[in-house]
């Protein structure tokens, strides 16, 4: 059982590129998040979807798009990436009892 | 609106208890939760505890919840060096978005 996977691991971008992180989950939840973690601001929530295809935004989904066409993936997309954008990238998914959430690995991502 | 809060540092030596305490302001607050993360790895799910209950005990974790207070703390018996980490409180407020809130995040230093 895999749970959650994220990819890349890590990456260095270029300002202004196109970039997609890759969220799949195998527990068949139907609500998924992202969030950002930076030093000192603990997580914050950027896009979620309770079920597939619908999507909302969260705290902080400037620059980020998200598409949830099916239950399992949840990508997150940066249209044209700036150095604030440099942080960790957890991807979530949650069950309906108790709302407990499991978290992927994160993506390390350096915007230059 | 919602927010979470917790001390930022706390140092015990190994085979001490730990408390690690945490505040919210969010009244309807239906679930609460403690997260840890250990060095370049994703959040992990420790405990949660439903709001309608005040103590909830799991092995060597004991999560007391005082809801008048609006205070929640997570006791850690017997402290191991495992155990270093950051600890992260968080609720689930009852809204339809069902995304938690995050503190930002207890670190905690075991000595031996």
């Known amino acids: 059982i895999a749970g959650i996977t994220q990819a890349p691991t890590s990456q260095i971008l270029a300002a202004g590129r196109r970039m997609t992180l890759r969220c799949t989950q195998d527990?068949?939840?139907?609500?998924m998040y992202w969030y950002r973690q930076d030093l000192g601001l603990g997580l914050r929530l950027i896009h979620y979807s309770n079920t597939a295809g619908t999507t909302g935004k969260g705290e902080v989904p400037d620059g980020y798009s998200v598409s949830r066409a099916n239950t399992d993936d949840f990508p997150l997309t940066l249209a044209s990436a700036v150095p604030s954008q440099t942080s960790v990238y957890f991807c979530a998914s949650s069950d309906s009892e108790a709302n407990t959430q499991y978290f992927g690995p994160g993506t390390r991502l350096t915007v230059l | 609106g919602e927010d979470v809060e917790q001390s930022l540092f706390l140092s015990v030596r190994e085979g001490d208890s730990s408390v690690i305490n945490c505040t919210y302001t969010d009244s309807s607050s239906t679930y609460l939760y403690w997260y840890k993360q250990e060095p370049g790895a994703g959040l992990q799910l420790l405990t949660y505890i439903f709001s309608n209950m005040d103590m909830k005990q799991d092995q060597r974790l004991t999560v007391l919840l005082n809801k008048k207070d609006k205070h929640l703390s997570l006791r850690i018996a017997d402290t191991q060096t495992g155990d270093s980490a950051i600890y992260f409180c968080a609720e689930s407020p009852d809204t339809g978005r069902r995304a938690l809130t995050f503190g930002s995040g207890t670190r905690l230093q075991v000595q031996p």
């Open positions: 527990m068949r939840h139907n609500a």
